[in-house]
């Protein structure tokens, strides 16, 4: 069975500084894909980076990069220069095996403050 | 742009009534889910399809069932509504070529059963 864990319910930032999002996955597929996604307070899920378990490069995308350590099962988000409008919720996910299923983490509430 | 609609942003309905989600999705994907979010658990998968007419379950089907006569529409359906079902119910669709595709969400609709 796949699990996500995301072990901080609630994180502040300051405007302009960068965050790190945790991460941490289980699963026994050597096969398997990594999702972040964005919740603002509207309540739509906005999909913000994908990576793959055999891509050998971080995943980047504008100011979110994935931190992913295959080693140690873990696809931090970093979120550079935040901004305000960076305040959501923000979900971990993977996907594995050939279902197209997404498991999710609990997430995480960033407040981004001035 | 993909687009994901759900009938209803918010409703409110009585114990033991039985209760309809729709799902709509514009972009021909294979697949789609049922997820339900509530604080502190994330999102849990209800049910899902890959095809029209076919349905597997998700993690916690229990006192749901679902409905997919049309590729572009999905159903949920609560039988027999109880107060522990208030949550918040997102769509997601996504295309079904590969594992790991990127889920595209709908607006989410919020139940209260009273």
């Known amino acids: 069975a796949q699990k996500i864990t995301q072990t901080q319910p609630g994180m502040f930032v300051q405007e302009k500084e960068a965050v790190t999002l945790d991460c941490t996955y289980d699963t026994s597929d050597q096969s398997y894909g990594l999702f972040w996604y964005k919740q603002p307070s509207s309540g739509e899920m906005i999909f913000l980076i994908y990576?793959?378990?055999?891509?050998?490069q971080n995943a980047t995308e504008g100011r979110y990069s994935l931190n992913f350590q295959k080693a140690r099962k873990s696809a931090n988000l970093v979120i550079s220069a935040s901004q305000l409008g960076d305040s959501a919720m923000y979900f971990c996910?993977?996907?594995?095996?050939?279902?197209?299923?997404?498991?999710f983490g609990t997430g995480t509430r960033l407040q981004v403050t001035l | 742009d993909v687009k994901v609609t759900q009938s209803s942003r918010y409703l409110v309905k009585r114990t033991g009534e039985k209760v309809f989600l729709e799902c709509v999705q514009d972009?021909?994907?294979?697949?789609m889910f049922w997820y339900r979010q509530d604080p502190g658990l994330g999102l849990r998968l209800i049910y899902f399809s890959y095809d029209v007419k076919m349905k597997e379950k998700g993690d916690i089907p229990e006192g749901y069932s679902v409905s997919r006569e049309k590729k572009e529409r999905f159903s949920l359906i609560l039988e027999s509504a109880s107060t522990n079902q208030t949550s918040m119910y997102l769509c997601?669709?996504?295309?079904?070529?590969?594992?790991?595709?990127?889920?595209?969400f709908g607006p989410g609709t919020r139940l209260t059963v009273l």
């Open positions: 996910a993977m996907g594995s095996g050939t279902a197209s299923k997404l498991t």
């Open positions: 972009m021909d994907h294979e697949n």
């Open positions: 997601a669709s996504s295309f079904g070529d590969r594992a790991y595709n990127e889920q595209f």
């Open positions: 990576q793959g378990s055999y891509d050998e």
